[in-house]
């Protein structure tokens, strides 16, 4: 079987219909979902506070890389004559 991506709306669907007490089986067979998907929609809430779990964000790289401001300091406080 492939791993194909639940769309997100169908998690919250999922989370909402567990939610208000409906049973994984049920929620599983609703929306198409396997039931193990369920738990995981389930368990990624509860550790990280939405359905998508942890994820790579994407965004801006950091400008200044880690350490940099050690290499900053240095050279701001260095006595150099």
């Known amino acids: 079987m492939v791993y194909e991506r639940v769309p997100c709306h169908?998690?919250?669907n999922a989370l909402i219909m567990k939610r208000k007490g409906v049973k994984p089986?049920?929620?599983a067979g609703?929306?198409?979902i396997s039931?193990?998907?369920v738990y995981c929609i389930l368990a990624n809430v509860e550790k990280y506070g939405d359905v998508d779990g942890i994820?790579?964000?994407q965004g801006p790289h950091a400008f200044i890389p880690p350490?940099?401001?050690e290499?900053?300091?240095f050279i701001l406080t260095a006595?150099?004559?």
Do not use: D
Request: hydrophobic share 40%; with cysteine; net charge neutral.
């Open 30 to 32: 609703s929306l198409g």
């Open 55 to 57: 994820q790579q964000k």
């Open 25 to 27: 089986c049920q929620v």
């Open 71 to 73: 290499v900053f300091h």
């Open 79 to 81: 006595n150099i004559i």
């Open 10 to 12: 169908v998690q919250l």
């Open 67 to 69: 350490g940099i401001g």
């Open 35 to 37: 039931e193990s998907t």
